[in-house]
């Protein structure tokens, strides 16, 4: 059977997620100058430093932590929820929106994302996308227990765009989590392993690994062609 769907990720796939964590630490160093407890800049630089050194979901408490900020006064929380509820400055990767530009009508297209959904949507909001494609499952709508690899979302999406699941690719870059829920509901699928992205060194899931790897989305047309081929053999 022919692709005649493609589901694409969100985070490191359409865009890159690193423009979002840099604009968060922007919004919560806004955040913390304004509010007189630090010099502008002062919080984006040591939040910057402590996520470059590894990921860790202690970034913000070190970052408050070695400036010397009254976690009474800033708690932590709160300058969570100033990062996750921000209206972000990212844009697509240029190979992505020529992609999507290119391939609007030729594929009934789709997004699965993971993550809280406020921040998600907003991500969505600033990329302009949801107009480029017919349906975006969030994720986080079901609950944090649905997010990938649950297949639910997968489900969700299959049913909005009314397809056979062989009829269906789904596109991420994150092997942890994005292709054992596209194989458990039936879906071939494709990673766009991109350098500088943050997952670019992860291995797949032992037997969930996706069917064809690729680097940009220049080569996704070609393994879509690929797959369809194989998959009428």
């Not at 692709?3 to 913390?32: C, H, M, N, W």
């Not at 430093?49 to 006064?73: C, H, K, Q, Y």
């Not at 609007?104 to 959904?117: H, M, P, R, S, V």
Request: contains cysteine; proline residues 5%.
């Amino acid at each position: 059977m022919h692709i005649q769907g493609v589901v694409l990720d969100l985070d490191d796939t359409l865009y890159p997620e690193i423009s979002y964590v840099d604009s968060g630490f922007r919004a919560v160093d806004k955040f913390l100058s304004e509010a007189g407890a630090c010099q502008y800049g002062e919080f984006f630089c040591a939040a910057k430093s402590w996520f470059e050194a590894g990921p860790s979901s202690r970034v913000f408490d070190n970052a408050i932590e070695t400036m010397g900020i009254s976690l009474d006064r800033f708690p932590i929380s709160e300058l969570v929820r100033v990062y996750r509820e921000h209206s972000p400055t990212i844009r697509l990767f240029p190979d992505a929106e020529a992609w999507l530009i290119r391939n609007q009508g030729q594929y009934l297209l789709g997004i699965i994302t993971d993550g809280f959904a406020i921040s998600q949507r907003r991500k969505v909001i600033a990329l302009e996308i949801e107009n480029r494609v017919s349906s975006i499952v969030y994720s986080d709508d079901f609950g944090r227990t649905f997010w990938k690899p649950h297949s639910r979302p997968y489900r969700e999406i299959q049913s909005r765009l009314g397809l056979r699941p062989e009829a269906l690719v789904y596109v991420g870059d994150n092997p942890t989590k994005d292709f054992k829920g596209a194989r458990e509901v039936g879906w071939h699928s494709i990673r766009i392993r991109r350098n500088g992205t943050l997952h670019q060194f992860l291995e797949p899931l032992p037997g969930f690994e996706p069917d064809i790897e690729i680097s940009r989305f220049d080569e996704l047309n070609a393994a879509l062609i690929n797959i369809s081929l194989l998959s009428n053999k």
